[in-house]
């Protein structure tokens, strides 16, 4: 029981380069989420997704792209990669109750030079 | 304002306790968490309580919730080597559909 698996782990990208982040889940969550984390802020929510086939805006959406088209998938697309994109992303999954744990994978760093 | 609000830094020495404050600022709150993150890790969760609760004990971590004044602490008892990690505070919202809000972490550093 994997949990939830991020890949890659570490990526560097020049600015104006595109990339997909990977996220599954072997849980059958129904809920997905993206979310960045920069030094000294919060977890920021990017996209999140709450069922196969749909996806829904967060808090920062903007240069990012997500699709879910398996349930246990969730995909972040970056189309045209920007250094105020350099972050940690993680990716989320949660079961539909209200008080459902978040389950988090561990992590991707992106630079962006 | 949307604020959850912590401190960045909380430093204790090995065998006294660590108490870690967290302030929100919405009424509408149902459940409020505390996550660990373990360098180079995702965040896990600790405990979490529920809105209508003022306190919850589990083993070494006692939750206190005063909603009066929107407060929130994690007190970790005999803190150890093991519990450095950036502790994050995150309050669930009936009005975001449940969405987390998250503060910025505070980083627990053990001296021995």
């Known amino acids: 029981n994997a949990g939830v698996t991020q890949t890659p782990k570490f990526r560097v990208l020049k600015t104006g380069q595109s990339m997909t982040l990977l996220c599954a889940q072997d849980?059958?969550?129904?809920?997905m989420y993206w979310y960045r984390q920069d030094p000294g802020m919060g977890l920021r929510l990017i996209h999140y997704s709450v069922g196969e086939g749909t996806t829904a805006k967060g808090e920062v959406p903007d240069g990012y792209n997500v699709s879910r088209l398996k349930k246990q998938n969730f995909l972040l697309g970056l189309e045209s990669a920007a250094p105020s994109q350099t972050s940690v992303y993680f990716c989320a999954s949660r079961s539909t109750g209200v008080n459902s744990p978040l389950h988090f994978g561990n992590g991707t760093r992106l630079t962006v030079t | 304002g949307e604020d959850v609000e912590q401190s960045l830094f909380l430093s204790v020495r090995e065998g006294d306790s660590s108490v870690i404050n967290c302030t929100y600022t919405?009424?509408?709150?149902?459940?409020l968490y505390w996550y660990k993150q373990e360098p180079g890790a995702g965040l896990q969760l600790l405990t979490y309580?529920?809105?209508n609760m003022d306190m919850k004990q589990d083993q070494r971590l006692t939750v206190l919730l005063n909603k009066k004044d929107k407060h929130l602490s994690l007190r970790i008892a005999d803190t150890q080597t093991g519990d450095s990690a950036i502790y994050f505070c995150?309050?669930?919202?009936?009005?975001?559909?449940?969405?987390?809000?998250w503060g910025a972490g505070t980083k627990l550093i053990i001296k021995p």
């Open positions: 849980m059958n969550h129904e809920y």
């Open positions: 995150a309050e669930s919202r009936m009005d975001s559909n449940y969405q987390l809000i």
């Open positions: 919405d009424s509408s709150s149902t459940y």
């Open positions: 309580i529920f809105s």
